[in-house]
Nanobody, 116 residues
């Protein structure tokens, strides 16, 4: 199973980015999908979650600014990031956990840098 993130880059504070995670339709339909991030010198932290039923949840630090979504027709998971702050700078990872067998999948990560 392959997860391919894209969409990272350099953005000014207050700006927006949309991260994408390309995968298979089967993974999207049968997995809890999660965006994690890891800043330099810090532990990896959960950013946002979406279940196969479409229920979402967010870390307090990103509530009201980030939106997780998926598109079954495009076999893609997204993270819309608005009102970005310098503390959002991190490598962002796409992750899936199959709800039936428990298998987990990771992407390679995409770098987001928020700086003037």
């Amino acid at each position: 199973v392959q997860l391919d993130e894209s969409g990272g880059g350099l953005v000014q504070p207050g700006g927006s980015l949309r991260l994408s995670c390309a995968t298979s339709g089967w993974v999207l339909r049968s997995s809890v999908m999660v965006w994690y991030r890891q800043a330099p010198g810090q532990q990896r932290e959960l950013v946002a979650t979406i279940t196969p039923e479409g229920n979402t949840d967010y870390a307090d630090s990103v509530k009201g600014r980030f939106t997780i979504s998926r598109d079954g027709a495009k076999n893609a998971l997204y993270l819309q990031m608005d009102s970005l702050k310098s503390e959002d700078t991190a490598v962002y990872y796409c992750h899936g956990r199959n709800i039936i067998g428990g298998a987990t999948y990771w992407g390679q990560g995409t770098q987001v840098i928020v700086s003037p």
